[in-house]
């Protein structure tokens, strides 16, 4: 179990550019959260996967973000024509079907829009 | 849908003396609840949770909830705090659906 990972941990870019973040769950957890936390916030629900199956997604995803999750294993998150208000904290998780046993969470990708 | 109030921004404790975070949910079903915890720049790490069971429940770090039904509460306690314990703390609740709503948070300062 080598937990959550995320890449890359920090990225700035310019408004209006286009970036896309990773991350690779624990590989027997068939189900794949997003999430974005901006500052003084608690995380806030973006979408879900259950294997590639992209199964809910926020009001809080736009027209400009579109994640995938080929094959039911790594997930990307793309921004398209970034604004500064998109400056926040993303947090990918990962779970089993069964929640009980909880989520794991990946150390996030820092996003700064200048 | 699911909500949490964590009231109190910050929270300053002076070291050794009890911490305590409340909690208060908000739930149509039976609630699944977490308290994680973030350092700066870090993910988030999990400390404890309610499922099923036992109403009482200890985590990592010394700290332990108790899940109230009746008071629709899980507050944190740890007995005694210690300088390592200071970083932000996040109370969350999960229903039927399949996302977790999280709390604003709790940014704990340990005074020496």
């Known amino acids: 179990d080598t937990g959550v990972s995320q890449d890359p941990r920090h990225k700035i870019t310019k408004r209006g550019q286009n970036v896309t973040f990773r991350c690779d769950p624990i590989?027997?957890?068939?189900?794949l959260y997003w999430y974005r936390q901006t500052l003084g916030q608690g995380p806030e629900f973006l979408t879900y996967?259950?294997?590639?199956?992209?199964?809910?997604k926020s009001r809080l995803l736009s027209d400009r973000f579109s994640a995938e999750r080929p094959k039911g294993s790594f997930s990307t998150l793309e921004i398209q024509r970034t604004e500064q208000g998109d400056s926040a904290m993303y947090l990918c998780a990962s779970s089993l079907r069964d929640r009980v046993k909880g989520y794991t969470f990946g150390s996030g990708t820092r996003l700064t829009v200048v | 849908a699911q909500s949490v109030t964590q009231l109190g921004s910050h929270v300053s404790v002076s070291e050794g003396a009890l911490v305590l975070l409340r909690c208060n949910y908000s739930?149509?079903?039976?609630?699944?609840l977490f308290w994680y915890v973030q350092y700066p720049n870090q993910g988030l790490q999990l400390l404890l949770k309610y499922t099923t069971g036992a109403t009482l429940v200890k985590g990592i770090n010394g700290f332990e909830a108790e899940f109230k039904k009746s008071e629709t509460s899980f507050h944190l306690t740890k007995p005694s705090a210690h300088m390592s314990d200071a970083a932000e703390y996040f109370c969350?609740?999960?229903?039927?659906?399949?996302?977790?709503?999280f709390g604003k948070g709790n940014q704990v300062v340990v005074i020496p």
């Open positions: 590989s027997e957890h068939n189900r």
């Open positions: 969350a609740v999960t229903g039927g659906n399949n996302r977790l709503a």
């Open positions: 739930s149509s079903v039976p609630p699944y």
């Open positions: 996967f259950q294997n590639e199956a992209q199964l809910e």
